[in-house]
């Protein structure tokens, strides 16, 4: 099959790797249908997170399933399925408390060893825990849709559900990625009334007003401090999503959280842990959570939001490419002159 490798940063190809097989009975291989680049992606594009060279890449897909293992007992060939980025076994104390991220036996596509999401093929182990079906016969569109709560989705959904988002209150979110601005749409789907979109990138804010943004501050820094608390009469939000990972984003994150409130930072962080200001945490009351999004305990939930027509995450996909245009997707976004790219294998 054909596969996106990465073989150093900013050198991604597209080459012909082995096929996978089942190697456990709780495996299924599947035929992947639609896949994305992820802003996590370029930390390995531009060397920030290091990889072995040779390593696949890719975390996002849906897919349909061709072959299982004997111990599989949900999916049969010919299953759509989406695929959280993280594989879980189902079963272990933290998959039973809905923090799969943290399965004793799970792990991230495009590890060593493993198929990444941008290819022709994957093996899924522990397919039963892992995948979510799909109703038969959905069209592309709604393909798409889904395909965002692979990751993208669901991670502006955690950091929206443990900032504490709740109707009425007042939301900022710091970051105009894909993560962020669907953030801003899972704000809004749980009922804030003000949502504030820190992003200075005309297109990307725009996306952000479409999903329910009421104000856009595009200022930095200290700035961008002033002009929230300037908003909010001085107090801040009640919830602020991080979806950046840098120094700077926390150190805004929690200067603009309101006393009491809290910062659900779901951005990779780079830079260590000095952006985390303790003390002025501890002396406003402003809590700090978030993390890696179980992305497999929130897919049901928003996939019949979905299926329902009242959640289309879809507009952050505005490039898409075949499986030869990877690069080509990868340089792109690195540029910024897209937000993410879609792949069609």
């Known amino acids: 099959m054909r596969a996106a490798v990465i073989h150093a940063p900013r050198d991604i190809?597209?080459?012909?790797?082995?096929?996978?097989?089942?190697?456990?009975?709780?495996?299924?291989?599947?035929?992947?249908?639609?896949?994305?680049i992820c802003g996590s992606d370029l930390w390995a594009y531009q060397g920030v997170a290091a990889r072995t060279a040779g390593q696949r890449i890719g975390h996002e897909f849906t897919a349909v399933v061709v072959e299982t293992g004997s111990e599989v007992t949900t999916l049969k060939p010919g299953d759509p399925v989406v695929a959280p980025f993280v594989w879980s076994d189902g079963t272990c104390?933290?998959?039973?408390?809905?923090?799969?991220?943290?399965?004793?036996?799970?792990?991230?596509?495009?590890?060593?060893?493993?198929?990444?999401?941008?290819?022709?093929?994957?093996?899924?182990?522990?397919?039963?825990?892992?995948?979510?079906?799909?109703?038969?016969?959905?069209d592309d569109d709604t393909m798409v849709k889904i395909l965002a709560l692979s990751d993208v989705m669901c991670t502006g959904h955690h950091a929206a559900v443990t900032s504490g988002v709740r109707k009425g209150s007042t939301v900022?979110?710091?970051?105009?990625?894909?993560?962020?601005?669907?953030?801003?749409?899972?704000?809004?789907?749980?009922?804030?009334?003000?949502?504030?979109?820190?992003?200075?990138?005309?297109?990307?804010?725009a996306i952000a007003r479409r999903f329910g943004a009421t104000d856009v501050v595009p200022e930095r820094g200290q700035d961008a401090v002033d002009a929230v608390r300037d908003m909010t009469n001085g107090e801040g939000?009640?919830?602020?999503?991080?979806?950046v990972g840098t120094e700077q984003s926390m150190r805004t994150a929690i200067s603009i959280a309101r006393d009491g409130g809290a910062v659900g930072f779901v951005g990779v962080p780079h830079s260590g842990s000095r952006g985390v200001d303790i003390r002025q945490m501890f002396n406003r009351n402003v809590a700090l959570t978030g993390g890696v999004a179980p992305a497999r305990a929130y897919?049901?939930?928003?996939?019949?939001?979905?299926?329902?027509?009242?959640l289309d995450p879809s507009p952050v996909f505005d490039m898409r490419v075949g499986l030869d245009g990877v690069p080509q997707g990868y340089a792109a976004m690195d540029e910024r002159t897209a937000l993410k790219v879609l792949v069609l294998p």
């Not at 939000?237 to 979806?243: F, L, N, T, Y």
């Open 13 to 36: 190809r597209i080459e012909t790797v082995p096929d996978p097989e089942l190697r456990e009975p709780t495996d299924a291989l599947v035929k992947v249908t639609h896949a994305c």
């Open 93 to 138: 104390v933290y998959c039973m408390e809905n923090l799969q991220t943290s399965c004793v036996n799970g792990g991230f596509w495009g590890e060593p060893g493993s198929d990444g999401g941008q290819g022709q093929f994957v093996r899924v182990p522990y397919a039963d825990g892992t995948l979510v079906k799909l109703p038969s016969g959905l």
């Open 172 to 205: 900022a979110v710091v970051g105009d990625g894909a993560v962020g601005l669907c953030g801003v749409l899972a704000a809004k789907r749980l009922g804030a009334e003000r949502i504030i979109s820190l992003g200075r990138h005309e297109a990307r804010t």
């Open 237 to 243: 939000a009640h919830a602020v999503i991080e979806a």
């Open 299 to 310: 897919l049901p939930e928003l996939l019949s939001d979905v299926l329902a027509g009242r």
